[in-house]
């Protein structure tokens, strides 16, 4: 029962992972394109979902930074463009 209990749980992680992976892309998409149109109180609610999602995905910290730059908290840019290289 208990080998029955892990194989689906790594059945159900290569199943569901993928699909957090393209929610996570979608979000900075659409993200960039709030960020570009000049909503970036939008665009920021959206990178930090991606984040929450996937932590590991350093273009959601990376956009975020851009974002933060556009509002001129270069202090706050900075820790994102820092954490997006893994520093």
């Known amino acids: 029962l208990h080998v029955k209990r892990i194989l689906l749980t790594v059945a159900l992680a290569l199943l569901v992972g993928p699909l957090f992976s393209q929610m996570v892309v979608r979000l900075n998409v659409d993200g960039s394109r709030k960020l570009i149109a000049g909503d970036v ?3 920021m609610e959206l990178f930090k979902r991606a984040i929450e999602i996937d ?3 350093s273009k959601s910290y990376f956009n975020m930074g851009l974002a933060f730059y556009k509002q001129g908290k270069y202090d706050f840019a900075a820790r994102f463009f820092f954490e997006s290289l893994g520093v």
């Open 41 to 43: 109180s939008g665009a």
């Open 55 to 57: 932590e590991a995905y």
